[in-house]
C-alpha cells in the first residue's frame, strides 16, 4: 500500500487547501487553492495581493488553512482538483450535489462538496488524503471518505527528498544503453519506449517493468467495469499497490520545480485574470 496518511511522501507535494476567514469583518468566507508548499501559501495570503496573495484574499485576513487534501499524483490532478471544489456546479462529475442551501454555512457548503468530490471518480481512485490542521474545525464528512482516503491532523511533517529513479533491471550503465540494450514489459515482452514512461514496483528486489495500459488491464480483473485502477497485487512481489503512487512515482521528477512555483504563484495572484486553461477541464 502507499505511504501512511501521517507520514511525508519523499519528493514533489501537491494539495488543495480550504482557508477560513478569522477577521471578524469577514468572519466564515473561505477559499479554495492549490499549493507545493503550505506553509509558505497561507503566508502569501495574509501577506496581501502584492506578496503573492490571492486578490480575494487580500486585505481580508487573517486567514487560517484548516484542512489540506494531498497526495495527488500531478499538478494538474490537483488543479482539476481545485478546479472542481471552487465550481461545482459547473462540474459535471458533482452534478449530483446540491446547491448552497439557504442558511448554510459557506464552510458547510465547502465541507459538503469536498465529502461528494471524494466519494466520485475520477477523485475516488486517487490515493489522497484529507488532513485537519486546526481540530478545532474538524467535521465529519458526509458521505465519509473512502476507506483507502486516509484522516490526518496537525501540520505537515517534512518531506523527505525524493529518491534517485531506478534504472532498469535490464539496463545499469550507460555503456550497456549505448549497445541498444532494450528493456522489455513484465507482462507483454514488447519493447518499453522512454517516452511511454513504465510503471515500476518501488519494493526492493522487483524487477517489475509495464506499460501503463499492460500494468491498469492486469489491475482490473477484479473491477471489469471501471477504467481507472484503485490497486492491485504487483504480478512480480505480489505486493499490494495503490495505482496513484505508481502513477506518481513514474511521473516524479519529470517538471521543474520553478513551474510549479510560477503556476502557483500567478493562478493565486489573479485567479480572475487567469481562466483555467482547457486542458485543465477534461473530466471534470
Not at 484574499?57 to 486567514?63: E, F, L, N
Not at 465529502?115 to 485537519?132: K, Q, V
Request: glycine share 10%; proline share 11%; with cysteine.
Amino acid at each position: 500500500m502507499g505511504p501512511a496518511g501521517g507520514e511525508a511522501r519523499p519528493g514533489r507535494f501537491f494539495g488543495v487547501y480550504l482557508l477560513y476567514c478569522l477577521n471578524p469583518r469577514h468572519r466564515g468566507r473561505v477559499y479554495v487553492g492549490f499549493t507545493i508548499n503550505p506553509a509558505r501559501r497561507v503566508q502569501q495570503h495574509n501577506a496581501g495581493r502584492k506578496k503573492g496573495g490571492a486578490w480575494r484574499t487580500s486585505g481580508r485576513g487573517p486567514w487560517e488553512m484548516v484542512l489540506i487534501v494531498h497526495g495527488f499524483p500531478s499538478a494538474v490532478a490537483a488543479l482539476r482538483f481545485e478546479w472542481a471544489w471552487q465550481h461545482p456546479q459547473a462540474s459535471r462529475r458533482l452534478a449530483h450535489v446540491g446547491p448552497r442551501l439557504r442558511g448554510e454555512a459557506s464552510f458547510a457548503f465547502h465541507l459538503r462538496v469536498l465529502a461528494h468530490m471524494l466519494r466520485a471518480p475520477p477523485w475516488a481512485r486517487l490515493p489522497l488524503t484529507l488532513r485537519w490542521l486546526r481540530a478545532d474545525f474538524r467535521q465529519d464528512l458526509c458521505p465519509p471518505p473512502p476507506p483507502h482516503v486516509p484522516l490526518a491532523f496537525g501540520p505537515l511533517p517534512p518531506r523527505a527528498p525524493a529518491p534517485r529513479r531506478r534504472a532498469s533491471p535490464l539496463v545499469d550503465t550507460e555503456k550497456e544503453r549505448d549497445h541498444d540494450t532494450e528493456a522489455f514489459c513484465t507482462l507483454c515482452a514488447r519493447v518499453l519506449q522512454d517516452e511511454e514512461g513504465p510503471l515500476c514496483c518501488p519494493h526492493a528486489g522487483c524487477s517489475l517493468r509495464a506499460h501503463v495500459i499492460c500494468l491498469a488491464e492486469e489491475f482490473l480483473q477484479e473491477e471489469p467495469g471501471q477504467l481507472l485502477p484503485l490497486e492491485g497485487q504487483c504480478p512480480g512481489c505480489k505486493n499490494s499497490l495503490l495505482w496513484g503512487d505508481l502513477i506518481w512515482l513514474c511521473r516524479m521528477g519529470t517538471e521543474e520545480e520553478e513551474e510549479d512555483l510560477e503556476l502557483e504563484e500567478v493562478r493565486g495572484g489573479s485567479a480572475a485574470s487567469f481562466p483555467t486553461p482547457p486542458h485543465l477541464l477534461g473530466c471534470l
